[in-house]
């Protein structure tokens, strides 16, 4: 297969100026004041992401089946995740970081708040407003690929979020001061546990009705940094061991005609949802010793249990849907 070629980036008054005049491909950068410097030409940008249960696109309501080593069915309600460090590969591979839009809300510093749940149905914890593209400008020039972070840098990670900035003030999206933010918030209602627990062997005796029952948990999937030492959860650690900071590298993508999918059928491939561990958190909260994370960890393209890290299967480039 022949490599995909570098898509072009021009600032509007350029695309007129070369559709006019048939010039030769513009510069990427247009000369400074002084003789010796260049002033870039930013031209807007928006990386395009969108949130897939296999084929089909997440909606809050709707059922999933054939999810998981069990092919069990799944009931979303929470999809969110941050990314950081946006930046677009030019032709040599070089990453040129995307200058994020401050819009107030969704945007701050380099980080960006992704939300495909609407507020509605089982998606009732969470809010109204969607975002599904990361906004800003990077400097006139050929791109061919895409790097991110998910999760959110250390610097902002651990702090208070009622004083914090959006998409930082998040309760939802925050664990404690210690461990910092959910990079990854993902909520469901699973066929085995849409009543929270762990499902029977296929051959257990019935459950009779009068028997307590576990408050409804599902298999919720909560990534962010742990082993972080500090002196309380409300203070800020001196170091995390296990960052699970994930850098994603699309070295083929177009971002004029592509967008970046985020499969959690991949993510769940390999994953028993009908069960939970014994004596451990619902779902999988990126805890080192959290059997549910055992496959979990290494979709993401993370080390667990002893194992080295492989490469991620949680994100792709695909056609604008």
């Known amino acids: 297969m022949l490599p995909r070629p570098a898509i072009r980036l021009l600032p509007p008054a350029a695309t007129l100026l070369l559709l006019a005049a048939c010039a030769a491909p513009l510069p990427a950068q247009l000369p400074g004041a002084g003789a010796e410097g260049t002033v870039p030409v930013q031209v807007p940008v928006a990386v395009r992401f ?8 997440f909606r809050c309501g709707a059922g999933y089946d054939g999810i998981g080593r069990t092919a069990s069915r799944i009931t979303p309600s929470d999809f969110r995740f941050y990314v950081s460090s946006v930046a677009l590969l030019d032709e040599d591979g070089r990453a040129v970081p995307l200058r994020l839009e401050q819009d107030g809300r969704w945007q701050y510093r380099d980080v960006a708040l992704l939300d495909f749940e609407d507020g509605s149905g089982p998606c009732r914890n969470g809010n109204a407003g969607l975002h599904e593209a990361v906004t800003g400008h990077v400097p006139a020039g050929r791109y061919r690929g895409l790097q991110f972070t998910l999760g959110v840098p250390a610097d902002l990670n651990h702090g208070d979020p009622a004083v914090a900035p959006p998409p930082l003030n998040l309760s939802a999206m925050f664990w404690s001061w210690q461990a910092g933010y ?68 699309l070295d083929a993508f177009d971002v004029a005609t592509e967008q970046v999918e985020f499969d959690l059928a991949a993510l769940l491939r390999d994953t028993d949802v009908d069960v939970n561990a014994p004596d451990s958190a619902p779902g999988c909260m990126a805890g080192p010793d959290d059997a549910d994370c055992r496959f979990v960890m290494p979709a993401f393209g993370l080390p667990f249990d002893g194992q080295p890290a492989l490469p991620q299967r949680v994100f792709r480039a695909a056609p604008r849907g």
Do not use: E, W
């Open 50 to 57: 969108a949130a897939r249960v296999g084929a089909q696109p």
């Open 182 to 249: 959910k990079f990854v918030k993902i909520d469901m209602a699973t066929r085995g546990q849409a009543r929270g627990g762990t499902a029977p062997p296929a051959d257990a005796a019935p459950v009779p009705a009068a028997a307590p029952r576990r408050r409804a948990a599902g298999f919720p999937i909560h990534l962010g940094s742990t082993d972080c030492v500090s002196p309380a959860a409300t203070a800020a650690p001196s170091s995390c061991a296990r960052p699970n900071r994930v850098t994603v590298r």
